[in-house]
């Protein structure tokens, strides 16, 4: 990856390395500017300890938006949903910022790796530059 220490690329608007979460970039995309671009947002994560199965399915009732599934590896999850932002930065930081949100699902854990996929508006660029990163 080319951009993979690049801070700039990878700082949301608050100054928080997306990788690390920020709760308000989640906060704003609960009301997100409507000319802004929907992501499909995806974060594979450590969870220092093993997530109850009802807190995995709390989070579907609760946030709708976002889905966090157990994988097969030990202590591997994988946490899902659409976020409306400027950049994919942004809509990272979001994502797991509603983990740091919801200290009472995960309260530690590692990102292992993030993906954003631009949805909407439908550009005119090739699918692999709407990726990000
Ligand atoms: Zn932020």
């Not at 801070?7 to 997306?18: E, N």
């Not at 109850?52 to 966090?68: I, S, T």
């Amino acid at each position: 990856m080319i951009h993979q220490d690049d801070a700039a690329y990878w700082a949301c608007p608050h100054g928080y390395d997306a990788r690390d979460g920020c709760v308000s970039c989640f906060e704003e995309s609960a009301d997100p500017d409507p000319d802004s671009i929907t992501w499909d947002v995806a974060v594979w994560f450590n969870s220092r300890r093993p997530i109850p199965v009802k807190a995995l399915q709390d989070v579907h009732r609760h946030g709708n938006r976002f889905n966090l599934d157990k994988l097969s590896a030990p202590q591997i999850y994988l946490l899902t949903g659409q976020a409306r932002a400027a950049r994919g930065a942004q809509a990272v930081a979001g994502l797991i910022g509603f983990l740091l949100h919801n200290r009472h699902v995960v309260d530690e854990f590692t990102v292992q790796e993030t993906r954003a996929v631009q949805i909407s508006p439908s550009p005119e660029v090739p699918a692999r530059d709407r990726v990000w990163p």
